[in-house]
């Protein structure tokens, strides 16, 4: 069925460093794809989406391209900053009507 | 806007008690989640829901039951927990579909089972 495979964490980065979360899916079809963000303490929330093929979704300086060829939905930000310290969610609605996540990626960025 | 409100928030409880969490949401959603989250398991889905009336099991069902008796609503019950149900819940809701979708979240339950 559906799903997405998620890079394993944690991550550690220096503050302004670059970073590349790796996510890969597989699907029926082209579903939209989803990053999820959730600080601590909170529950997930969308921090971009794609809704087709070579779409770019991006927010808060964060982008990920929906590549068709390579089945990936890579998050990346040019400059992390200690606010962006969360763990990071790859999601996919799958043909089930359930939205599938990964196992999410922790990320800590320290000043 | 309150979106998806879980209640409680924190809960804690003896083996062999039961609860019901329950999950509201005022976006006029079709579909509705539970899932819980585990350290280094990410989320997993429990039961859900596409309609009013419907439900159905997820990936991990096992000990718990829901209802969708009114759409707004989406209710998990255990009924004899068990120390293996500590956990933090999420309720989600979201429109029918695979494309321009997306799936929002409470803010999660808490439960302790000792």
């Known amino acids: 069925g559906d799903s997405v495979t998620q890079m394993e964490g944690p991550v550690t980065l220096s503050e302004e460093a670059f970073l590349t979360i790796n996510c890969t899916y597989t699907?029926?079809?082209?579903?939209?794809l989803f990053w999820y963000v959730q600080y601590p303490g909170e529950g997930l929330q969308l921090l971009l989406k794609?809704?087709?093929?070579?779409d770019k979704g991006s927010n808060k300086g964060f982008e990920a391209t929906y590549r068709k060829e390579t089945t990936s939905f890579h998050l990346e930000k040019g400059s992390v900053q200690v606010s962006d310290s969360a763990v990071y969610f790859c999601?996919?609605?799958?043909?089930?009507?359930?939205?599938?996540f990964g196992t999410g990626t922790s990320l800590t960025v320290i000043p | 806007n309150a979106g998806v409100t879980q209640t409680p928030k924190f809960r804690v409880l003896k083996t062999g008690q039961s609860m019901t969490l329950l999950c509201a949401q005022d976006?006029?959603?079709?579909?509705m989640y539970w899932y819980r989250q585990d350290p280094g398991m990410g989320l997993r889905l429990i039961h859900y829901?596409?309609?009013?009336?419907?439900?159905a099991k997820g990936e991990v069902p096992d000990g718990y039951n829901v209802s969708r008796l009114k759409k707004q609503n989406f209710l998990l019950g255990l009924e004899s927990a068990a120390p293996s149900q500590t956990s933090v819940y999420f309720c989600?809701?979201?429109?029918?579909?695979?494309?321009?979708?997306?799936?929002?979240f409470g803010q999660g339950t808490r439960l302790t089972v000792v």
């Open positions: 794609a809704t087709k093929a070579d």
């Open positions: 976006m006029n959603h079709e579909y």
């Open positions: 699907a029926t079809g082209y579903p939209s």
């Open positions: 829901s596409v309609g009013e009336g419907t439900t």
């Open positions: 989600a809701s979201s429109y029918p579909g695979r494309v321009n979708t997306e799936a929002f």
């Open positions: 999601a996919l609605p799958n043909t089930g009507n359930q939205f599938y």
